[in-house]
């Protein structure tokens, strides 16, 4: 922490300094993002960008931020609680949750947990459906989620502060604070984010209350970019976590509930890029930490851990031929992993991999990409990736897009050794799965309707009778084949009436047939059906808001019973936002959110109730 201190003063100092610098008057404005292929390579998929107005309506958590604006589905278990997400009906660890290009899932248990992400933190903020391993590896098979930082060179000096906080009830307390800065060779961002609750909402129709519930974590989040020349950009990002939470429990008797979760981890990373001509080069180092403690009873300071240690290194080339409007990139790879627990013994992994992508721009309405990549593992031998795609706009606004690809996912650490649970025998699932989608944009009216095929082979489930040696027990083993099918849409509208008043319609909807070919039962956990629509005035300073949420029923066993689901439900939002101040230099907004408006008695885990009718008041000042 003192090493973490004396870099955040250091680099102020350079700020305060390079304020008596000249100002150069040579650039236009610059941006220069860690993931800015993204847009480049996703031209086939679709691609769903979360803006700050989107985000302000949606402070209270990472996964309410994207439970109401997007098809995803997440599992929570209780209101603050562990949070998991599902893209198109596959298993949370098929989903990558990509930092500034980097995929950061955890080596223990393939996953990201959403709860522990910050709102409104990152600058840029990404959903991505279908298939990535070419670009992002192991696990990106559902879709992939994308938290970026921007920084900008500008001709003249600017410097912006954001401070935002939000109070709500059972005494929630989120604060925000961002600092960027930027000039013709120097950005930085610095960001600061801290989180409270007791978290003890009563349930409905119940005498209990969310017992054991309350958590607690800080985030600070540190990028900067130097421009040498032209030619030469160095930036570097580094992200540090803390939480603190208390797992809360589960009816008929929650206040049994006494178990605590720590967990730190830190982010590093540092890239070089060089242009020459037609040819880019950029090449990244990164270190990666993760670690976690569980106490059984937060009353003893007895606890397991976990930790992981990521390095990571690689080199990408782009070279651009002009004449024929087309990139080719390679990136190599490498990258060695270290995974324990106070259960497993220190356990390695080597992976290099190499891929290509050759995008192509043949006319102004259409364009295609060609993905390969080559990955070898000291554990696994994994297949090769490949992934191929195009957009086509034929007529007016209309556009048709496809895309097909093979894509992967190795078995994790707690799926291989978790005493008495763990599978060595498990090999790498693989998943072929196509796309065909639909859609219309304009000025004021997007819409995109897909069609989505994942056939996967090998699926890593967890199921208490895999194992035949060990009746009962919960185990991890490779289905033979599981198929998810479905569709997906995502519609915007845009409209302004009576000249003053502005009007925007989101609606995301997804329809998902997910079952074991090998039972032709549904896979558990997955909604058939979620819908949700998001509807916004505003008249000058004022804008209001309203929030649907549509979650279908869930099978929660293998067999499908009907004595053990959850039920469907529909939960609403509204609020309202006013600008107190709004000029160029500066902004200050309050708003008011009222959730589950109509108090409805819904869980998204079996036995965990959550929240009835709760307020929020924000604020948010920039300047």
Do not use: C
Not at 204 to 229: E, M, P, Q, V
Not at 264 to 279: A, G, K, Q
Not at 341 to 347: A, E, N
């Amino acid at each position: 922490m003192r090493r973490l201190i004396f870099i955040l003063l250091f680099v102020s100092a350079q700020i305060i300094s390079a304020q008596s610098d000249t100002i150069f008057n040579r650039l236009n404005e610059v941006v220069i993002q860690a993931n800015k292929r993204l847009s480049k390579t996703s031209k086939a998929y679709k691609l769903l960008k979360i803006n700050d107005s989107v985000i302000v309506n949606n402070v209270e958590s990472f996964t309410s931020l994207l439970r109401f604006n997007t098809p995803i589905y997440f599992r929570e278990f209780g209101q603050g609680g562990t949070s998991s997400p599902s893209f198109r009906g596959t298993s949370a660890s098929n989903t990558a949750v990509v930092w500034n290009g980097i995929n950061i899932n955890s080596i223990n248990n393939g996953q990201t947990g959403f709860n522990s992400l910050t709102v409104g933190l990152y600058d840029e903020l990404n959903v991505r459906s279908g298939g990535g391993s070419i670009e992002f590896g192991s696990g990106a098979i559902g879709g992939t989620i994308h938290l970026n930082d921007v920084l900008t060179f500008s001709e003249k000096k600017k410097l912006q502060h954001q401070i935002f906080t939000a109070v709500g009830s059972f005494t929630t307390i989120n604060s925000l604070y961002k600092l960027k800065y930027n000039s013709s060779k120097y950005a930085f961002n610095l960001g600061f984010s801290f989180n409270t609750s007791d978290n003890d909402y009563p349930f409905i129709n119940s005498d209990f209350r969310n017992a054991n519930g309350a958590y607690k974590n800080y985030t600070i989040n540190l990028s900067n970019a130097y421009k040498f020349s032209e030619r030469l950009v160095l930036d570097a990002y580094m992200t540090y976590y803390f939480g603190d939470r208390l797992f809360s429990g589960e009816l008929p008797n929650p206040t049994a509930a006494n178990d605590q979760y720590k967990d730190i981890n830190y982010r590093n990373l540092l890239s070089l890029t060089y242009n020459l001509n037609n040819l880019k080069l950029t090449g990244r180092l990164a270190y990666l930490f993760q670690e976690y403690r569980f106490f059984d009873d937060k009353e003893t300071g007895s606890f397991n851990f976990g930790q992981s240690k990521r390095a990571f290194s690689d080199l990408t080339a782009d070279y651009n031929f002009k004449k024929l409007n087309a990139t080719l990139t390679s990136n190599t790879r490498f990258e060695r992993v270290k995974g324990r627990t106070d259960q497993i013994l220190p356990q390695y992994r080597t992976e290099f991999s190499q891929s290509f992508i050759f995008d192509h721009k043949v006319k102004p309405n259409f364009s295609y990409d060609l993905k390969i990549r080559k990955e070898y593992n000291s554990d696994f031998k994994v297949p090769l990736s490949y992934a191929a795609g195009f957009k086509l706009k034929p007529f007016y606004s209309f556009f048709i897009r496809a895309n097909a690809s093979r894509n992967f996912r190795v078995p994790t650490y707690n799926d291989l050794f978790w005493p008495g649970q763990g599978n060595p025998n498990l090999i790498p699932e693989t998943s072929f799965q196509g796309e065909l989608g639909l859609g219309y944009k304009s000025s004021n009216v997007f819409i995109d309707v897909a069609y989505f095929n994942i056939d996967t082979k090998d699926k890593i489930v967890w199921t208490p009778n895999g194992d035949p040696n060990r009746p009962g027990v919960w185990v991890p083993i490779n289905l033979n084949e599981t198929l998810n099918q479905g569709i997906e849409l995502t519609s915007k509208i845009s409209y302004n009436f009576f000249n003053d008043y502005k009007m925007n319609l989101r609606l995301n909807y997804v329809f998902v047939h997910a079952k074991n070919k090998n039972t032709n039962r549904l896979i558990p956990f997955v909604p058939k059906h979620i819908a949700n629509i998001n509807l916004s005035v505003s008249k000058g300073k004022w804008s209001m808001f309203y929030q649907q949420l549509f979650n279908d029923q869930v099978f929660t066993t293998e067999s499908n019973s009907l004595d053990f689901v959850v039920d469907r439900f529909f939960v609403s939002n509204i609020g309202v936002n006013y600008k107190l101040i709004n000029t160029e230099k500066q902004q200050l907004g309050v708003g008011l959110k009222v959730n589950n408006l109509l108090n409805s008695d819904y869980e998204i885990v079996q036995n965990r109730p959550m929240p009835g009718i709760n307020y929020n008041f924000n604020l948010n000042y920039k300047f």
